[in-house]
């Protein structure tokens, strides 16, 4: 059985890796994030923008109901708490 990328996979190829780790590298200013990466914030950030959820609790519920697809994102797991001291 073929293997295809979900669309939120595809929309997230569209803003290459190593070019949004540059990035954040060179523009980085404020306290290093401790337990989450800067991808992982990214990959929550923009499924909250593209599902439209309303709270950061909805948030992390969504992604963790998601939790297995997270590694093929490249992203891991987001706790409420780390998502609250990143933003």
Known sequence: MAN???VFAQ???LIPRHEF???AN????????????????HVALFLAQV???PSL????????????KLY????ARVTRTSF???C
């Open 4 to 6: 295809h990328d979900t």
């Open 11 to 13: 929309l997230l190829k």
């Open 21 to 23: 780790e540059s990035l």
């Open 26 to 41: 060179k523009h980085h200013q404020g306290q290093k994030l401790r337990r989450m990466t800067r991808w992982s914030q």
């Open 51 to 53: 599902s439209g959820r």
């Open 57 to 68: 609790r909805d948030i992390v519920s969504n992604l963790s109901a998601q939790s297995a």
């Open 72 to 75: 093929h994102l490249g992203s």
């Open 84 to 86: 609250m001291t990143s």
